[in-house]
Structure formats: C-alpha cells, structure tokens
C-alpha cells in the first residue's frame, strides 16, 4: 500500500477559530456553518435520483426476498464505507485533527499518495461523465412518456403511441449546451433547489401510485423467485443486472467530504456526519423499500423497467405526466451537479498546463440589454459544448435504461464506494495487517468486489443484448 504521510505538507495550514477557519494560502475566510439536519438534506438530495425509478423492476427480477434483501445489504455496505470515510476528513485524529480533507480526490491523494490519486481521479470523472449519459435517456424516456400519457388517455391504451428517442435527447443536449455556461456551483444554487423538490416530488408520486395500484388490485402481485426466464443463464444475467441497477442507486462517496467540510465544530465534524448519515440511509432505504416494493407488488411479472416511463400507470394520466415534468427539471439540474466538477477538474488542470495561453485563461464581457453582463471564456464554451455533445452522442448509441444505470452502477460501486474508503481508512487509523479489524474490512473489500464484478457481467451482457436485438 503505497503512503504518503509527507503529503500534509500540501495541505493548506488554518488558523481555527470555533467554525471559523482562515486559509492562510488564500486568505479566504472561511464559515462553516452546517449542521446535522443540513447534512441530512444534502445527503438525501443527492443520493435519491433516477435510480430508483429501476428498484421495482430490480425487485421483479429477484423475488420477494432477495430483492428486499439485496436493497438492505446494499444500504449496509454502503453505509459501513461511509462511516470509514467520515473518519478521513481529518489527520491524524479524525475529531480534532489540524488537517482537512474537503474533497474524496484530495483526501485519496493525501492519505494513498499521488499515484492511486490519478487512478481515483479516473473513476470519480468516469461516474460522472456516465451519470450525465444516464440522466440524457431518462430524460429523453420521460418526454416520450408525457407525449405517450396524453396519446393513451385520448386513443386508448391500445393506441399507436410510439416515439422517437433521438429528438428528445438533442432537445435536452441543447437546453444543456446553454445551462453549461453556468461557471461553477457557487452560481447554480437555485438550480439545485428546484432539481431537490422535484426529486422529491416524482419519487412520492411513483410510491403512491404502485401504493394505490396495489390497493386497487386487491392482491399483491409477485413470486419468492421472481420473474421467469427462457433459461437459467437469462435468468442469471437479469439477476446480476438487477444488482448493479441497486447498486447505482446507493452510494454518494463521491460527496461526503464535501458535505463533512461544510458541517460546524464542535461537536467534531465526524460525529455529526456519522449521525447524518445514518439517519439519510435510514430514511432513503425506507424510499427505496417503498417504491421498489410496491412497484413489483402492483404489477408482478409486467413491471417496467421504469416506473413511471414503463407505462404501468395509465390513469390518472394528469399525475403521471406530471411525475414526469418533475423528471424532466430534476434532471436538467442533475445533469449539472455530475458535471460540474468533470468541468472545474478539467478546465483546472488545462489552465495550470498552459497558464499564457489567452484561448485558455482570457475572458470576456458582453453586455446586453437589461442583462446581467455575462463573462464568456472561448475554452470553456467550447470543452463544454464538445463534453455535452458526446454525453448526448453516447445516449443515442445506448438507448437503454436499465442496462445503463446497471452497467454505471456496477462499474463505479466498488472503487469509489468501497476500495479507496478502506484503503484511506487503513491509513488513517493506522490499522496494523492481520489485526481483526484487518481482516474484516479485507474481507468486507473482496466480497464487494465479487459483487461488483457479477452485477457488471450482467450488465454489460444486457446492454450488449440489447444493442443487438
């Protein structure tokens, strides 16, 4: 395990007062005023997304108990890394050490060293950049939705409702090309709020309507093995797919630090993270529970693969359009907070690269009437511009909801979520090998990894399957 204990040296020396903190590189006055219940929403604001409009259809295919069961374990293991995680924010006490860690990469670089930063770095903007595909198909399936919704309620369900995905991404890709130009996260706050209550908004509605369903049907739909399959290798590949759907769902590492960082002192930043964080799980299993639940309750062996784009809902067609509007605002926002930080690490390091290059570092002002003057920078519009291009060229190739979000999932949930968190954690408490503690989290990794490499298999062979169909 490589190390990096003379790393401390480049992290910014603070003078601390209360939760107060003044950066002596930047001379910044820093306030962090968070608290647990500020934690707590951001928390739940970025882990409930698009993924669990999938856990009925994940639920479907694994059965009565083990899907149920496999949302539970993954909320264990998720929430055992994170508490690893919270402990890394500060060295070498993780209450009241003098040194921060504010974000994942820069608390990977500190405590594993340069080389595994680089390799961490490749992952976090790899899941970001699959994030920003994800929310272009949902997007695209949720339009289609609304435009199907209407087509029913005025045709009937045995109407020809069908669309197109390509024009409903470009659309998405263009509204997206403009809102890039936002120039960082400081700028895009009320974005976020909308995208939060929206979040909120279609997640209650799909609990209620698989709720209702359920009560309407009189029955509750379903099998202890769940759906069936032509053969055992199908069935197989549906199960493992099924995991890394889950898997999509969950983890949030990516963001904790970040959140930790804005959390006030005393009590120690670690301990009011820790009591959020659990609190977040607890209420977001809850969610999943209920969606996922009520979902392959209310249609059984026909539960789509999204919930409220599959068309299990047909009435009352005003709320599943609805539903879908918030989809649609929520991802607008979402897509932004995956892609933020890919553009601020990026355009960082192209800026630090070719610091006298004017295409680079140059800005400049346009002011139109009864406008705020908006400052362009030519790299900036178009890195962007090119990002959201190829996010929206990649959708178009990959259509595919379920597929995607397992192949997203599967792919990121054990380097992100699981490895590097053990691996700095190690480090930090200075865990001797082959103590108990040792061996656990050893093991807890392996067998995370087994996970993560089943759920990826599966789901690359539904998203090639489904490529050529």
Known sequence: MESNNNSACSVEEVKKSGSLEISTHSHHLLKRSGTIWTGIAHIITGVIG??????AWSTAQLGWIAGPLAILVFAAITQISILLLCDCYRSPDPARGPTRNPSFIQAVNFYLGKNKQRICAIFVLESFYGGGIAYTIVTSSSVKAILRSNCYHEEG???????????????????????????????????????AIMSFSYAFIGFGLGFATVIENREIKGSIGGNAAHTSPQKMWLVFQALGDI?????????????????????????????????????TTFFYLCCGCFGYAAFGAHTPGNLLTGFGFYEPYWLVDFANACIILHLVGGYQVYSQPLFAYVEKWFAEKFPESKFINKFH????????????????LFFRTAYVISTTGVAMIFPYFNQVLG???????????????????????????????????????MFCLVLSLVALVGSLKGLISAKFS
């Not at 698009?50 to 856990?55: D, E, R």
């Not at 930043?269 to 964080?277: D, G, I, L, V």
């Not at 002002?365 to 900036?380: D, Q, T, Y």
């Not at 792919?411 to 930090?428: H, S």
């Open 50 to 55: 698009a993924g669990v409009l999938s856990l």
């Open 157 to 195: 369900h045995d109407g020809n409702c069908k669309y197109g995905d390509n024009v409903f991404m470009v659309i998405f890709g263009l509204v997206q090309i403009i809102v890039s130009q936002i120039p960082d996260f400081h700028n895009m706050a009320w974005l976020s709020i909308i995208a």
């Open 247 to 283: 898997a999509f769902s969950y983890p949030y590492t990516q963001i904790v630090l970040e959140i930790q960082d804005t959390l006030k002192s005393p009590p120690p930043e670690n301990e009011t993270m820790k009591k959020a964080t659990i609190a977040s799980m607890l209420i």
């Open 365 to 380: 002002k346009i002011e139109l009437p009864l406008m705020p003057i908006f400052r362009i920078n030519i790299f900036r």
């Open 407 to 445: 192949v997203l999932g599967a792919l990121n949930f054990w380097p992100i979520a699981i490895y590097f968190p053990v691996e700095m954690y190690l480090v930090q408490s200075k865990t001797g090998p082959w103590t108990r503690k040792w061996i656990f989290l050893r093991v807890f990794s």
